[in-house]
T-cell receptor, first 114, second 116 residues
C-alpha cells in the first residue's frame, strides 16, 4: 500500500465545512482516479486524470472538486457536503489510462459527514 | 453497456478446502478482467488480471482465475483456503474499445469467510 498514500485516513466534517483529501502516488504513473465506496454499493468512479488533465467526470455533484497539480498528486476538495456523502473515498493510479493497465489503490479516507 | 455480476454476497468455506468466488460479465467487445481483494479498513489490492492469451491466470497469494468466453465468466479460485483469505473480493471489467479507454466497472463484492 505504500505505492499510493492517502491523507487523512479518517475525517469527520460538518455540512458547512470545507476540507480536502490528498492522494500521492510513488509509482511513476500518469493516470489517477477518485472512487467512492458506499456500503452495499459497487465502487463508483468519480474522476479520472490522465497526464494531469481531467478525462472523466461521472456526473459528480459540484460540491466535490478535484485538482491534479502534477502526475504524483491528486486532491479532492469538499464543501457543503451532505450526510449521504459519508463513504470511503479511494484514490488509485495506473501507468496510463489504457484499458489493460492495472489500477493500484490507496488505503482510502473514511469520511463521515454530520 | 458493460456490467459485472457477483451473484453471491457471501461465500463460506472451511480452511484447507478449495474456494470459488463467482463473477460474470457483460461487454460488447473484448474484455479486460480484474480481481481485487479488500481487507478491513484497507484499500483494494490487485490479485490478478486477464488481458489475452492463456485462459487460466495465476495471481498473488495462490489465487487463480479462469476466463471462460462462452460463459462470460471469470471465477476466482484457490485450491486450499486459509483463514487469512477472509476478506471482500471484487471482480472488475474494462472494455477494450480498440485503443480508447473505458471505465473500470466493479461488481458489488463477495465476502469470503474461511473458518478454521
Amino acid at each position: 500500500e505504500t505505492g499510493v498514500t492517502q491523507t487523512p485516513r479518517h475525517l469527520v466534517m460538518g455540512m458547512t465545512n470545507k476540507k480536502s483529501l490528498k492522494c500521492e502516488q510513488h509509482l511513476g504513473h500518469n493516470a489517477m482516479y477518485w472512487y467512492k465506496q458506499s456500503a452495499k454499493k459497487p465502487l463508483e468512479l468519480m474522476f479520472v486524470y490522465s497526464l494531469e488533465e481531467r478525462v472523466e467526470n461521472n456526473s459528480v455533484p459540484s460540491r466535490f472538486s478535484p485538482e491534479c497539480p502534477n502526475s504524483s498528486h491528486l486532491f479532492l476538495h469538499l464543501h457543503t457536503l451532505q450526510p449521504e456523502d459519508s463513504a470511503l473515498y479511494l484514490c488509485a493510479s495506473s501507468q496510463d489510462g489504457s484499458p489493460q493497465e492495472t489500477q493500484y489503490f490507496g488505503p482510502g479516507t473514511r469520511l463521515l459527514v454530520l | 453497456a458493460q456490467s459485472v455480476a457477483q451473484p453471491e454476497d457471501q461465500v463460506n468455506v472451511a480452511e484447507g478446502n478449495p474456494l470459488t468466488v463467482k463473477c460474470t460479465y457483460s461487454v460488447s467487445g473484448n474484455p479486460y478482467l480484474f480481481w481485487y481483494v479488500q481487507y478491513p479498513n484497507r484499500g483494494l489490492q490487485f490479485l490478478l488480471k486477464y488481458i489475452t492469451g492463456d485462459n487460466l491466470v495465476k495471481g498473488s497469494y495462490g489465487f487463480e482465475a479462469e476466463f471462460n468466453k462462452s460463459q462470460t465468466s471469470f471465477h476466482l479460485k484457490k485450491p486450499s483456503a486459509l483463514v487469512s483469505d477472509s476478506a471482500l473480493y471484487f471482480c472488475a471489467v474494462r472494455e477494450n474499445y480498440g485503443g480508447s479507454q473505458g471505465n473500470l466497472i466493479f461488481g458489488k463484492g463477495t465476502k469470503l469467510s474461511v473458518k478454521p
